[in-house]
């Protein structure tokens, strides 16, 4: 009987150590979330090259990104005929202090204008530009600032083909924004 009481004793014993060893250890955990809003882009002024004089045949006319300005080459000069000049305007919002790309038409064969009244003629737009405010110089990203907002404006090249005839061109091209 003293044995199963000393075995008895013993196993309670080592309980009582295991227990001890076994207790459990509470951790602060971190949690949380990050949450976005939906973003908003606004074309608020048109992509327009303004007026071209077609002097000697095909030519390009380069529209700066930022001011505006018109480079010619080729057969293609300037005209002093309204309507004038303008980049694209974009305005951005959304989650603020958040940054974001830019997607633009690209290159290979660059979007299509067509002339009103005979819409078999077209010219393309390629070498599409942004100007991104938060970063004052051509970019593909932006940051929206501390109330969310940003903006860029665009600029691009218009390719004239000898066979253009004279009249008003138009057209669309996509242009997207979203978060990094």
């Known amino acids: ?3 199963v009481a000393i075995v008895m004793m013993a196993g309670f014993s080592m309980k009582v150590v295991a227990d001890d ?17 939906p973003m908003a882009l606004v074309n608020t002024v048109p992509l327009y090259f303004g007026t071209i ?14 001011t505006a300005a018109r480079d010619f080459a080729d057969g293609l000069v300037a005209s002093a005929v309204l309507p004038a000049a303008t980049n694209a305007i974009f305005t951005v919002a959304g989650t603020k202090n958040e940054t974001y ?3 633009l038409p690209g ?14 003629q077209t010219m393309s737009i390629t070498g599409f530009k942004a100007y991104v405010t938060s970063k004052t110089a ?3 990203t932006g940051t929206l600032n501390g109330t969310g907002h940003d903006g860029f404006t665009v600029g691009a ?5 000898a066979t253009n005839i004279g009249g008003i061109y138009s057209g ?4 997207t924004v979203d978060y990094n």
């Open 21 to 37: 060893n076994s207790k459990s250890t509470l951790a602060a955990c971190n949690a949380g979330a990050k949450i976005i809003v």
């Open 172 to 175: 669309t091209y996509p242009v």
């Open 138 to 140: 051509e970019a593909v």
């Open 1 to 3: 009987m003293i044995l």
């Open 53 to 66: 004089n077609i002097l000697s045949g095909a030519g390009t006319c380069i529209l700066n990104s930022h």
């Open 107 to 120: 290159d290979g064969d660059g979007i299509h204008v067509t002339e009103a009244i005979t819409p078999t």
């Open 157 to 161: 090249t218009l390719n004239v083909l």
């Open 101 to 103: 790309a830019i997607t």
